[in-house]
């Protein structure tokens, strides 16, 4: 039985990676398994710009990190409360709510509040967006345009 991470719809399939029905989130049954099992400290990703997030994922798991990914805020919030991961990367401009939201449900959970967050934003970030993120509970913040 292969469970979605996103939104809890199980499934009965030998299939290596497919797409849950409900929420079309891809399914690794490899991913979803070492998630859960994981030995390696488990970063989760949440962005919406599937390339990028790889590009993270990717150099993340060089580095010695498991990952995992999560493409709007409801999947992160399953994704926290399935996988309990090490470290969250928030992006602030993902799809159903936004970072802010994402943020503010860790930190306010009692939890989860352990769990380190760092906002990433391409965007153009005002005293008060950084004053509010720190005030939310942000770890740190990583601007788009510093990553290489």
Do not use: W
Request: charged share 20%.
């Amino acid at each position: 039985m292969l469970k979605c991470l996103s939104c809890g719809k199980q499934y009965q399939s030998t299939d290596s990676k497919y797409y849950c029905k409900n929420c079309c989130c891809m399914i690794s049954y490899y991913d979803a398994h070492n998630a859960l099992m994981n030995k390696n400290p488990l970063v989760l990703i949440v962005e919406n710009a599937r390339l990028f997030a790889k590009y993270i994922g990717d150099n993340l798991s060089e580095a010695g990190f498991e990952t995992i990914y999560a493409f709007n805020s409801r999947q992160a919030l399953a994704m926290v409360r399935t996988c309990n991961p090490t470290l969250i990367l928030v992006d602030l401009q993902i799809l159903k709510r936004n970072g802010f939201f994402v943020l503010e449900y860790v930190k306010k959970s009692l939890e989860y509040r352990h769990i380190p967050i760092l906002i990433m934003s391409g965007m153009h970030l005002t005293s008060f967006d950084i004053e509010q993120l720190h005030n939310l509970g942000a770890d740190g913040l990583v601007l788009k345009k510093n990553i290489h």
